[in-house]
């Protein structure tokens, strides 16, 4: 059974990047889209983008696509966010999940990881 | 982008009730809407997929509907453990949406 994992800072200054790694155990990552969402707090859920298993399939949300790059390492089985230039907005508990292309739908998550942008 | 209206945005239930959960899209998808159960804390729970099928594992009170442009979820007999937030989403296009949530409190 697969199980997503993510982990990265707790915090991060304003204007700098924020970096993110969500390891994969359990499954493989073939024929998934890998994906980020973000809630921030006492909020609902933002979609974020995803990228598929392969590279090449991304897609991003445009409210954050200047700023946003997603990328899979299958021979490390990890999923990374990067989101420059953040601001307080960025603060958020942010979610990996897993994209199952049979049903369209996030059948697996992360736990979650709190970023407070701050200085 | 597509729009989706969720409401009720907070109810309140009774152990046994039945509730239902409603999603409006800006736009046809088909069936390309899912469900998911958010308990504070937690990551969200995938409870039905592609409007009316549930997740493995899913108990069977959980029931969705719908298609084009309105869905619903239904939560037959309330248990205990179902007091939690319920989110649509659509799988249709991207960016994926989610509705804004339903709060379902005792």
């Known amino acids: 059974q697969a199980q997503l994992q993510e982990s990265g800072p707790g915090q991060v200054r304003p204007s700098e990047t924020l970096s993110l790694t969500c390891t994969v155990s359990?499954?493989?990552?073939?024929?998934?889209?890998w994906t980020w969402i973000r809630q921030p707090p006492g909020r609902g859920l933002e979609w974020i983008g995803y990228?598929?298993?392969?590279?090449?399939?991304?897609s991003y949300n445009p409210s954050l696509k200047s700023r946003v790059t997603i990328s899979v390492d299958t021979s490390e089985k990890q999923v990374s966010l990067k989101l420059t230039s953040v601001t307080a907005t960025d603060s958020a508990v942010y979610y990996c999940?897993?994209?199952?292309?049979?049903?369209?739908?996030?059948?697996?998550w992360g736990e979650g990881i709190t970023v407070t942008v701050s200085s | 982008d597509i729009q989706i209206t969720q409401s009720p945005s907070s109810l309140s239930a009774a152990i046994g009730d039945r509730v239902t959960i409603t999603c409006r899209t800006s736009?046809?998808?088909?069936?390309?809407l899912n469900w998911y159960q958010q308990k504070p804390g937690k990551a969200p729970q995938l409870l039905i997929y592609?409007?009316?099928n549930s997740q493995t594992g899913v108990p069977s009170r959980f029931s969705g509907s719908g298609s084009g442009t309105d869905f619903t979820l239904t939560i037959d007999n309330l248990q205990p453990e179902d007091f939690a937030t319920y989110y649509c989403?659509?799988?249709?296009?991207?960016?994926?949406?989610f509705g804004q949530g339903s709060r379902l409190d005792i």
């Open positions: 999940a897993r994209l199952d292309t049979a049903h369209y739908a996030m059948d697996v």
């Open positions: 359990g499954d493989t990552m073939l024929g998934y889209y």
């Open positions: 990228e598929y298993y392969g590279g090449g399939g991304s």
């Open positions: 736009q046809s998808i088909s069936t390309y």
């Open positions: 592609l409007a009316s």
């Open positions: 989403q659509q799988s249709y296009s991207v960016p994926q949406t």
